[in-house]
């Protein structure tokens, strides 16, 4: 009888002492598996199709997209399960030092702008020696790919037009230009709101100097069709280079014609240079249907000399506001009815 007692207490022993090591060796697993996620550790996702970086954004193993400059990734924050976008720069050129120093810069930027007209910087870290910049997924698609299937009414761009002239101004008194303004790099929102994106090529303008990249090559700026005047030629630059892109892109939109081409047409120039062939850009527009007074504003907006656009994007803004025009400058733009 008692020799029964023992076997069972010493079998219900083992029972337990089997439990306890069983838990202690879980919990030491989940340690190691917080611990690693802290290092910055990948872990595959149970989803074969993706992966988690930094413990915390699933990524799928392809990319979203392939840019000049960075590689764009759609991402999942695990936390709350908010989709994100994640860029990484773009690697297996001669310029990937400089890539990643530009995104650095993005990032930088993004994260001193907090603007409703201005895609939204939500985090960005370093792993295995490359950088990560995390940004607000936004539901839409860019201008240029909205564009192809139709014309957009003047009252709409307009109203376009105004809330990123909001967004520039807040963006230059912060002291940074964009330098790329063209319509890939505004988006569309699904809400109708319209959002810069893309900072890759953005400049400090109180200081240039400071952010300089190591070898940075972009002192000269080409977009096929877009290209501004001080940008292409590679001179100095400051908030109206940012006028002229908007501008241009409004041409665009009004008649889905690329503008230098419409300037080269006219004068062999890709852009006006002298108030006589802003006229025809404007006599151009008016032929297209757009209104006199919108017409002269962004004929002078894409003015060769810097120095005969407006000032700012906030004087731009109170042109296409004008029921009489634009404010007097040293010229004025006569437009032929």
């Not at 192809?148 to 307009?158: A, C, I, L, S």
Request: proline share 4%.
């Amino acid at each position: 009888m008692w020799d029964i007692d023992i076997y069972l207490l010493v079998a219900v022993i083992y029972v337990v002492l089997g439990l306890c090591i069983a838990i202690l060796v879980s919990i030491r697993k989940r340690k190691r598996s917080s611990s690693s996620r802290k290092k910055g550790q990948v872990h595959v996702s149970p989803d074969k199709n993706t992966h988690i970086i930094n413990g915390r954004y699933e990524v799928g193993l392809s990319s979203h997209k392939q840019g000049g400059m960075a590689t764009v990734w759609l991402a999942t924050e695990h936390k709350s399960g908010t989709t994100c976008i994640i860029k990484t720069p773009r690697k297996g050129t001669t310029m990937d030092n400089v890539y990643q120093e530009k995104l650095m810069l993005e990032a930088g930027y993004l994260k001193r702008l907090k603007h409703p007209g201005i895609v939204k910087y939500l985090n960005d870290f370093h792993y295995k020696g490359e950088f990560y910049l995390v940004i607000e997924y936004l539901n839409g698609e860019t201008l240029m790919a909205a564009s192809p299937r139709t014309t957009f009414g003047e009252e709409q761009v307009v109203a376009w037009a105004c809330q990123l002239l909001d967004a520039l101004s807040y963006m230059h008194v912060s002291g940074i230009v964009h330098r790329d303004i063209n319509p890939k790099n505004i988006m569309l929102c699904s809400d109708g709101a319209v959002k810069l994106i893309d900072f890759g090529t953005a400049k400090n303008i109180n200081g240039i100097a400071r952010d300089k990249a190591n070898h940075d090559p972009f002192t000269q700026i080409t977009n096929k069709g877009f290209d501004i005047p001080e940008l292409f030629m590679g001179g100095a630059t400051d908030q109206r280079c940012d006028i002229c892109g908007l501008a241009q892109t409004c041409i665009y939109l009004l008649t889905l014609n690329n503008p230098n081409k419409i300037c080269s047409g006219l004068f062999k120039s890709n852009w006006p240079r002298s108030y006589g062939e802003a006229a025809a850009i404007a006599d151009y527009l008016i032929a297209a249907g757009v209104s006199i007074r919108t017409s002269k504003c962004l004929a002078q907006c894409i003015l060769f000399s810097p120095d005969n656009r407006f000032a700012n994007a906030q004087a731009m803004r109170s042109a296409l506001a004008l029921a009489e025009g634009y404010p007097i400058k040293p010229a004025e733009i006569v437009a032929k009815k």
